[in-house]
């Protein structure tokens, strides 16, 4: 007997050695992706010209309002002749449209043009700057002002950088003669900011009015992150290739109100309140998805030992991972569907039980859930005939997820990298929402990515204040466009 169990501890202990030798060679020896991108001749551009360029249309007031009655059509107007008396060469050679009075389509074709094109979007209307805030910027909102090695303003990030990246890098290639192969398209939407239902979705139509799918599809979205995290020096491309999806609901209870000094055992405020508590005792499940493997595998092996060691050990510490991440908001919100109440009304006089009360609860849904799975979610949840669960417009099914294991992708990193040397690149979701998402019936290929660099404090710039951009980081961003252009043959 003693026999047998000191050899089963003996093979324990074997299996235990062998385990933790797998554990260890796995975390000394994981390696990036490889990189074997060389990095391009730069376009020289002329920079004085580009930037003060850029820095005349930060000072068009493109605002979306939230009331459609404050949209200035002049403003629009003007920024749309500013385009045409500077971007000459584009207007001559490219076919512009305008479409709905205000979004722009330009169309370049490529020397083949049965090919099926690709499209760069981008928006130039922007978000308002909030007038008790006006005084808190360093450099006026509204004047384009270069100083301290940035351009400040509005849009300067969001997203006319994007937009006017495009329009130099086009206006450069066509300077020196260059003509794509395939069609390349660009198109500027006006109205992203409230939704893009007249500007981006417009063009969608129209492009597939005219039966046209594309290759791909580029739009604003993750940025160049710098500092993502400690033990991590090197900036990482993250390429957003999927947005969430969006819903609200509204909870609505009811129950007999009456006099406060004789409660009832239950009001409709206490039903509401049993209800979210049961949402938020059970939130949708998370997975540590094959995407978000994806993410961190450039990066891992870069970080400290530790978390190396638990991150190219995913098979065995997914677990971990999962409990730990999802104490990180902006990890949580990558591994899960998440939720917040946002909205809560109930009661008009301190001294009467109210008969209704109502929450408005905001979702935000990962692409492996969808709205229908949500809804059957809280429903089962809240598990109560008193309470009744009301669908808010505007709700949206996630983005299908573009393949990493598409050509596309390799073309998008590579062109990330002839500019940024060796710069790792990671696929990601994007956790906001952005006007490609009109485009998914033309296109299985959406990519959600400006060449931005973005330190964890420059979050709170965009749609905020003191909103900038790097002067070299903007002559980047348009060498981007032009290997982006370029590679897209
Ligand atoms: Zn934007």
């Known amino acids: 007997m003693r026999l047998i169990i000191r050899r089963l ?5 074997l299996m235990l050695i062998g385990l933790i030798a797998v554990i260890l060679y796995r975390a000394a020896t994981i390696s990036p992706p490889d990189i074997d991108v060389e990095v391009a001749e730069i376009t020289p551009v002329d920079s004085a010209k580009v930037i003060d360029r850029f820095s005349r249309g930060l000072q068009f007031p493109t605002v979306s309002p939230q009331d459609p009655e404050d949209f200035e059509p002049e ?9 045409e008396e500077e971007y000459t060469l584009m207007h001559e050679r490219l076919e512009r449209e305008i479409i709905n009075d205000y979004s722009l389509l330009f169309t370049w074709e490529g020397t083949e043009p049965d090919k099926d094109p690709v499209l760069l979007i981008g928006h130039y209307d922007v978000v308002p700057v909030e007038p008790q805030t006006e005084g808190d910027w360093t450099y006026p909102a509204w004047e384009g002002t270069v100083a301290e090695g940035f351009l400040w303003g509005r849009g300067a990030i969001d997203d006319k950088s994007g937009v ?4 130099e890098a086009t206006e450069r290639l066509l300077d020196e003669g260059y003509q794509p192969e395939r069609t390349i398209m660009f198109g500027f939407g006006h109205d992203e900011e409230i939704g893009g239902l007249e500007g981006a979705r417009r063009i969608a139509q129209t492009l597939q009015e005219r039966d046209i799918q594309l290759k791909y599809l580029v739009d ?3 940025p ?5 995290m400690e033990g991590i020096d090197s900036p990482v491309a993250m390429l ?4 969430k999806g969006y819903l609200s609901l509204r909870l609505r209870a009811r129950q007999e109100g009456g006099h406060s000094s004789m409660p009832p055992n239950e009001t409709s405020i206490s039903i509401l309140s049993d209800a979210i508590s049961n949402i938020r005792q059970n939130p949708m499940d998370g997975e540590f998805s094959d995407l978000l493997r994806q993410t961190f595998r450039p990066i891992t092996p870069e970080l400290p030992f530790a978390e190396r060691l638990v991150l190219s050990n995913i098979w065995l510490f997914s677990g971990l991972i999962e409990s730990q991440f999802s104490n990180i908001p902006y990890i949580n919100a990558a591994l899960r569907t998440t939720f917040v109440p946002t909205i809560f009304d109930s009661g008009i006089k301190e001294n009467v039980i109210p008969a209704s009360a109502s929450a408005i609860i905001n979702f935000r849904i990962h692409p492996m859930d969808d709205v229908e799975k949500v809804k059957n979610h809280v429903r089962d949840k809240v598990n109560d005939d008193r309470v009744v669960i009301e669908e808010m417009p505007r709700a949206r099914n996630p983005s299908p997820v573009t393949d990493i294991e598409s050509g596309q992708y390799d073309l998008m990193a590579q062109s990330v990298q002839e500019v940024f040397e060796d710069m790792p690149v990671a696929p990601i979701f994007f956790l906001a929402a952005t006007d490609s998402r009109h485009f998914h019936d033309i296109t299985d290929h959406v990519f959600r990515f400006r060449p931005i660099r973005a330190t964890p404090a420059d979050r709170t710039r965009i749609h905020g204040t003191d909103e900038r951009i790097g002067v070299n980081n903007y002559l980047e961003m348009i060498q981007f466009q032009i290997r982006l252009i370029k590679n897209s043959t």
Not at 9 to 13: D, G, Q
Not at 224 to 228: F, G, L, P, R, T
Request: avoid cysteine; charged fraction near 15%; glycine fraction near 6%.
């Open 9 to 13: 501890l003996i093979t324990f202990f």
């Open 75 to 83: 403003v629009f107007r003007s920024f749309i002749s500013f385009l």
């Open 164 to 167: 006017f990246s495009i329009l």
């Open 220 to 222: 604003e979205g993750m």
């Open 224 to 228: 160049i992150a710098e500092q993502i």
């Open 240 to 243: 957003g290739v999927a947005e």
